[in-house]
């Protein structure tokens, strides 16, 4: 399997799909560097902190998962490698596997990259007004656990997601369910049935409400889980004509 | 005979319409076998069942003797492919593209530089593939499939898309790779020309059934001799051929006259030369037509053509 993996992530040497994940958190700490300069007075770190991570739950999260399964898929879809993939002597449950632990591993690289880029956005514009440097404490295990919660939460619209990219070689499929779902995340964003819809399952970590974090929480990463394992499974075994 | 390839029996169905049909194929050891049809015949169906990418409605496939439905793993690791779609990464490099497949297979680095120096790549293979032409795509493409070195090669169309020079340098390469080698060569194509000059054995597929199959020089001195005529009335000439035992077709450079397997060729050309002489038919080009893959494919597709309208 280590093999398998190895290969996914030397695919993306010199691919969109390696600028997408340092675009998406930079557009966010863009904004937040942007917005803190505007500031009159000096804002707690928890403002910029749970702002950027509710920016990257809402939307960002959602339209990047669109984009990156879309464009892991595509890497196939485009050149129509499945063939030569697939009739390899491997398991081909090895294959797509190893996609979506990259895909995986691309959007946790990213929400990484959430919080260490919104702390340099920060930092960054405290050296230009130093007026403006942040109140309170910088609590990091805080906002590493909330994006750790969102990543879990959005375990089933990434299962989602990737099973549609993989399974349809057009990318209007994907793009049209991502689009679709990250429209609803966003105008019903603070809709109680939110919390059983895969897009808006990430935001619904910051939600005050105990009952909504543990449905989504338990939702989204349980069943996205068990998802994902049934979507490799599925695309495995499907025969691509 | 040591079998590579076996078929027996295999279909595919797609809903309502049947792609194969109960096609029994043998590839000999060391063999370059031409599997020749039109479009759409069912030439990469056949292929793509051999190599595992579709599972056959019926039938079995065995490749370098392994059942591909009940091991397509093992079946897999016996064979090399070169699929029609060649499925690189426009954003790597020759040599990373065949890294990625090298890792895949388990195989150590030293094989990248064994298989581009085989298709002559190794100056070429730090170049980006979206730089590639056509050509050089498919010497890439040859050269995956001969990580490895698996003793059965696949190839699907090889030849497409590649100018006369191209076409003229894989010929040469495909016709010497079961000697330098020792693999056994399954080529697709639907040009008939490019097979008879690389193939020892051809199958022919047409409307989903192998309608022909053996050793291309035993097939072409088996097959029926042909006449070619040139004369000055061919309405008045048919009517006099007529009463010969003999099929008559419409050449580009006039009439054939094709003759019966196991008539005797010299005897009946002198004969049809004196009945037309005598009918006062005047007689241009008088000739044996060499005996061709074209003429074997045009007999065996137009034959099948014939049986529904027969029947």
Redesign the interface.
């Known amino acids: 399997m280590l093999?398998?993996l190895?290969?996914e992530v030397?695919?993306l040497?010199?691919?969109l799909a390696l600028l997408l994940a340092l675009a998406a958190p930079g557009l966010i700490a863009l904004f937040v560097f942007f917005n803190l300069l505007r500031q009159k007075a000096p804002q707690p770190w928890d403002m910029w902190m749970v702002n950027a991570n509710a920016m990257w739950a809402i939307f960002m999260l959602p339209m990047t998962v669109t984009a990156m399964t879309a464009l892991v898929a595509h890497?196939?879809h485009g050149?129509?490698?499945?063939?030569?993939?697939?009739?390899?002597?491997?398991?081909r449950s090895s294959l797509y596997g190893a996609k979506a632990l990259c895909v995986l591993g691309l959007v946790g690289l990213m929400s990484v990259l959430v919080m260490g880029m919104t702390w340099g956005a920060v930092t960054a514009g405290v050296q230009i007004k130093p007026e403006l440097a942040p109140t309170g404490v910088f609590a990091a295990g805080k906002y590493a656990g909330q994006l750790a919660a969102m990543f879990a939460a959005g375990l089933l619209m990434i299962a989602i997601q990737f099973w549609t990219a993989m399974r349809f070689a057009s990318f209007v499929p994907a793009l049209a369910l991502g689009i679709g779902g990250t429209f609803f995340a966003v105008v019903a964003a603070s809709a109680k049935q939110g919390v059983f819809m895969p897009w808006q399952m990430p935001v619904n970590m910051l939600a005050t409400e105990s009952w909504r974090v543990q449905t989504a929480l338990g939702l989204g990463g349980g069943l996205g889980l068990l998802v994902l394992i049934l979507a490799v499974a599925h695309l495995a075994r499907r025969?691509?004509? | 005979m040591v079998r590579m390839i076996e078929t027996e029996r295999l279909t595919r169905r797609?809903g309502a319409r049947t792609a194969v049909e109960a096609v029994s194929m043998t590839v000999p050891d060391q063999a370059v076998y031409g599997f020749l049809g039109r479009n759409g015949a069912g030439k990469t169906t056949t292929l793509?069942m051999l190599?595992?990418?579709?599972?056959p409605t019926a039938g079995t496939a065995r490749v370098g003797g392994v059942d591909v439905g009940r091991d397509r793993?093992?079946a897999?690791?016996k064979?090399g492919?070169l699929?029609e779609?060649?499925?690189?990464?426009?954003?790597?490099t020759g040599r990373?593209n065949l890294?990625?497949?090298r890792?895949?297979?388990?195989l150590p680095p030293s094989e990248i530089d064994r298989v581009l120096a085989v298709v002559e790549m190794r100056a070429d293979a730090g170049r980006r593939v979206a730089g590639y032409s056509l050509g050089m795509r498919q010497r890439l493409g040859l050269a995956?499939a001969m990580l490895g070195a698996p003793p059965v090669l696949v190839l699907d169309e090889p030849t497409n898309g590649l100018d006369p020079d191209g076409i003229a340098e894989m010929r040469g390469f495909l016709r010497g790779l079961p000697g330098r080698t020792g693999a056994t060569v399954l080529l697709s194509s639907h040009l008939l020309g490019e097979i008879e000059q690389i193939a020892t054995h051809v199958g022919v597929i047409h409307q989903g059934r192998l309608v022909l199959e053996g050793e291309l020089a035993a097939l072409k001195a088996a097959e029926a001799s042909e006449i070619t005529l040139r004369v000055d009335d061919p309405q008045r000439a048919a009517a006099v051929l007529r009463r010969w035992d003999l099929t008559l077709v419409e050449g580009a450079d006039g009439m054939i006259a094709r003759l019966w397997p196991g008539q005797d060729h010299d005897q009946v050309a002198a004969g049809l030369n004196r009945a037309l002489v005598e009918q006062g038919v005047r007689v241009f080009a008088f000739g044996a037509r060499e005996r061709s893959l074209e003429g074997l494919y045009r007999q065996v597709t137009e034959n099948t053509q014939s049986l529904p309208e027969a029947a």
Not at chain 2, 51 to 55: A, M, S, T, V
Not at chain 2, 85 to 92: C, K, S, V
Not at chain 2, 103 to 106: A, D, I, Q, T
């Open positions: 093999s398998v190895s290969v030397r695919k040497n010199r691919s890497m196939e050149p129509r490698a499945w063939d030569q993939l697939r009739a390899l002597p491997r398991a025969e691509v004509l | 797609f793509k190599l595992g990418l579709i599972r793993i093992g897999a690791r064979v492919a699929l779609a060649h499925g690189f990464y426009g954003n790597l990373e890294d990625l497949s890792r895949l297979l388990g995956r």
